[in-house]
């Protein structure tokens, strides 16, 4: 695992947490990792650390709060009892030891590695002010700086804490069920596919599964963000961390641990932690020249004023903490606040790329249209049976769940049909399916497949077939008919249409696999600028790769057939993630409902998410420079150099949390009609 540390920006001073283990393959940011330590002043090896960033802060805390009370003494007693002299000395003395030593160490520990980092600016600082035998400055300086590295690694190591929320919403344990029928506790972690375990009302569900018997309410919010409570029946799926509301269920174990969507989300957050935007990695770049400037200057400063107290103000000064904390404290904000909303950011930079999307490429059935098709209509040809054509595409259809095969099975359900055994099934994406029963082959799918299969299929659509989508029927080389389906657009389609051109969006597309009368019903009804139909997968990502040429494209699909062409946009958005693996690994963003309003949520937070940044990086410059000009020319006191450095990271840290609430209102009313808008 050590090689595999993203583990390349230790060159602050600000305590946050940037050593998370994560897979090599995962990373984009160019960069090599793990060869070396992270070294924030905190003092430890963060590679070690995994879910106890807790007890590291809660012993800052402890440094800060002894050390402080000694730096205070000593000016309590200054102040009432000046003949105490020596004690307030002894006191100053202490607690800048305490105070420093955590800091100090770790600079040596950079030196000794051969890293000239942000550290060193501040350990000299503190170094200079100890030697002028000014205790209580060296206290001061450093105490406020263990309250910066405090402060901010409880509110910004959201990652972390976030991870920590989603492991309390798994139980421990389990009541699995035996074949004899008799009930006991297991932990949960021995758990394994095909165990059935039972859950009573009020308990979480330990890991994905699918109800055996029994039904329920499910409170899904802490995955989808929708606190609305879903009913769930014999033969659905449930998922681990969500609540089981009002009923007791059995469960047979599907998956468990990392394979879970709530371990596919927590994985998700790690790998957005563990990413970098473009600013940060700048930065980084120049971190190994930021120092060794700084040190020239402060020398030039002494050199002409020999003044130590203007120099000791401006290493203060000079460590950026602020600006080096202005990026990662919004983005970490920004993607715990989708997370509430049930939208997974992968990479930070997709963030970044959201803010910029210009062109929206759409697919139709189940992103556009609730993709929950109803049959409208059985034709079969000369001779076949609306039934007999019916239980051969069932038959054949159980094992897909494409909307079309759900549509198809569930009305063969309905007429309680007999269906057959089938062999040899085989899913071509975007075509259609095949496979044996009574030993000829079925076909079901598109016009165009099942002529380049051999069949003979009229080229025109039948006439009582329009606005519907059709597939074809083939058993062996005869066409047994076709199947007409309806769908219908979701309700927050318009609304999250005229919401992206608001937040200024300037083209939209729609590309989909069905006929040309479907999409232009579609298409006439929400406001689109183009459409193309009849696409094959293939055919959608040239689609995306012509709007790519002037925009920069997110394309949203439901990610059963659509992984090529989500992997095609600049951000490939995937809809009703929940419990499907394709969809989380095929996309850049994982939206676990299917909720379109999130997308435009997703832009909205992007960009604001943006603004905040670059508020935060045009403050922190200012503060710095400013700080350090005011140093120079002798207008800034070690102290006061101190306390401005811990309220600039203060007022960025702050300023980065206003993104967490955004788009709270979504999570609590959540009726997809409601008149509510983004902004
Ligand atoms: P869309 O772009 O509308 O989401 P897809 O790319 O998923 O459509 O599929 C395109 C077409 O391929 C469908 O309209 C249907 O005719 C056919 N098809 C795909 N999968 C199946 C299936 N499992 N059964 C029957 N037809 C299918
Ligand atoms: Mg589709």
Redesign the pocket.
Known sequence: MSEHIHNHSGDCCCGHDHGHKHDHDHCNCGHEHGKEDSTCICGHDHKAEGGVGHDRSMGRVFFALVGGILTANSFILNAWLPEQEFAANMSALFGAFILALPIIITAVKDLVRGKVYMNELVALAILAALVKADFQTAGIIAFFLLVTIIIETRTASGAQRSIEELIKLTPNTANLIDEKGNEREVAAQDLKVGDRIRIRPGENFPVDGRIASGESTVNQASITGESVPVEKVAGEDVFAGTQNLTGAVEVIVTKVGGDTTLGKVKEMIMQAEASRTPVVRIIDRYAGYYTPTVLMIAWITWWFSRDMNSVIAFLVIACPCAVVLATPTAVVAAVAAAARLGIFIKNISHLELASRISAFVF????TLTDGLLSVVKLQGTEGVSPAELLSCAASV?RF?N?P??LAIIKLAEEAELELDEVTGFA?VH????SGTANGSICR???ANWMRENGLNVPESDPEEAAGM?V?YVSKDDKLLGWIGFRDKIRKESQVLLSDLRRLGVRYCAM????RQSVAEEVAGQLNIDEFKSG?L?ETKVEFVENVKRDHTVAVVGDG??DAPALAAGDLGIAMGAIGSDIAINSASVALMTNDLRRIAMLIFLAKKSQVVINQNLVFGMLFVFGGMILSIVGLMTPIWAAVIHAGSTLVIVFNSARLVRTGEELTLADKPDSEKQVS
Do not use: Q
């Open positions: 697919d139709k059935t189940g259809e897909s494409h079309t095969a899913e975007g075509r259609g399916v079901v799918g598109r989508s597939v590309v989909t696999g069905d696409c997968p059963v057939n």
